[in-house]
């Protein structure tokens, strides 16, 4: 598929061009790409924002953006390179998503952090999310940063609903993920526990970060990638659940104790047995799904550290009908550079059953490892 951000081109030149007929907040297009609901401030310190229905447009106009730097990133700046690794056509497309993946969460892993930081919640401080609750509203930052995010998970959404990735042999766990990220998304921002939600992106986030390099490193065949497959780990363990789990432990120690806990809609105090459950329902929903690719992940370390092997049957196939023939075992075709260009030793019957073990998780290779 070429030239498919042309769409959301046309329709961001549309809403910048009504816009800068008149650039004020008088224009209805103001809403789309700025902030609203500027609240002034009583004293020195920096702008807030409050909330409202108008944050559901920023969401949707940024949600264009995201879907034009998509596809412009991967398909005017990301494919030259995929076709220089001499990859094939599927691997290429691979490539592609994941190196998008890794550059979008190499900014907003450490934007996560900078804007943890301007909060009560910095280093995941369980406290700070729920003292002087509702927090009703933020610095631009911090509101800029939470609908940003929103805006990237609904554009992922719609790459899920359109099929614009092939989809992988867990698939029903990662639209189960997807329903359950915008929910939490969702009711966090619209009843006051962004502070949760932020500690929650920034631990995904980062170990995302981890989960694409990975990849990337297997499909150019880079000798590092068996030590960082094992650093990804140790990242996806401390961020996934060591942190995220004390965030759900706070939920059972903290969420009743600190803070107010009642139900007042006049007030908008919406910590109370009810946002409790669902809220304990939702992260530990999320937590399950992550203890389900933890499992993947796990065993795909020990067959590789005991048996060598690092097979995973959920996508023994995935690639394979995708490519042409002459691709699909392209990790033995490559050698190293001083002997790119001596003939290759003719298969014997032996080579013929010999397979080269694939790291693999969601449907994609994480690392690889050669026989001795």
Same mark, same amino acid.
């Not at 008088?26 to 920096?46: E, K, T, V, W």
């Not at 892993?109 to 509702?134: D, K």
């Not at 009711?187 to 986030?205: C, K, M, Q």
């Not at 014997?348 to 994609?364: A, R, Y």
């Given at each position: ?182 929910? /939490?998304? $969702? %009711?966090?921002?619209?009843?006051? !526990?962004?502070? =949760?939600? @932020? +500690? ?85 929903? /999320?937590? $399950? %799904?992550?203890?389900?690719?933890? !499992?993947?992940? =796990?065993? @795909? +370390? ?71």
């Amino acid at each position: 598929m070429k030239h498919t951000f042309v769409l959301p081109a046309c329709i961001l030149a549309v809403f910048l061009s009504g816009y800068a007929l008149n650039p004020s907040p008088a224009n209805p297009l103001h809403r789309f790409i700025f902030l609203s609901y500027r609240l002034d401030p009583p004293g020195p310190g920096p702008v807030h924002y409050g909330k409202g229905p108008w944050d559901v447009a920023f969401v949707a106009f940024y949600t264009v953006v995201l879907s034009f730097t998509r596809e412009f990133v991967m398909q005017e700046l990301l494919r030259p390179l995929a076709r220089r690794t001499g990859l094939g056509r599927a691997k290429q497309a691979r490539f592609m998503e994941q190196a998008y993946t890794a550059l979008y969460f190499a900014l907003l892993g450490p934007a996560g952090l900078y804007v943890m930081s301007r909060t009560p919640v910095w280093y995941f401080s369980t406290r700070g999310m729920y003292e002087h609750f509702p927090h009703r509203s933020h610095e631009a930052v911090v509101k800029f940063y939470y609908l940003f995010q929103a805006a990237y998970w609904a554009q992922q959404a719609i790459v899920l609903l359109l099929g614009m990735e092939k989809p992988r042999k867990d698939f029903k766990e990662l639209v189960g993920h997807h329903i359950v990220s915008l929910a /939490l998304i $969702a %009711l966090s921002y619209r009843f006051h !526990f962004t502070y =949760i939600g @932020i +500690a929650v992106y920034t631990t995904h986030d980062i170990s995302d970060f981890f989960l694409a390099t990975s990849k990337i490193l297997n499909y150019i065949d880079h000798p590092l990638v068996g030590p960082y497959f094992f650093l990804f780990i140790v990242v996806w363990i401390y961020m996934r659940h060591i942190i995220n789990l004390r965030i759900l432990w706070s939920l059972f120690t903290d969420f009743r104790h600190v803070g107010p806990f009642e139900l007042n809609w006049n007030t908008q105090q919406y910590k109370c047995w009810i946002s409790q459950y669902i809220t304990t329902a939702l992260l530990a929903s /999320l937590q $399950a %799904l992550n203890l389900f690719w933890l !499992f993947c992940i =796990i065993r @795909i +370390a020990y067959r590789l550290v005991w048996l060598n092997v690092a097979e995973d049957d959920r996508s023994e196939d995935e690639d394979e009908d995708a490519e042409p023939s002459h691709t699909r075992h392209h990790h033995r075709r490559l050698a190293p550079r001083q002997n790119a260009n001596k003939p290759l030793p003719p298969k014997s019957s032996q080579d013929s059953h010999t397979v080269v073990p694939s790291l693999e998780l969601n449907g994609e290779a994480l690392g690889s490892a050669h026989p001795h």
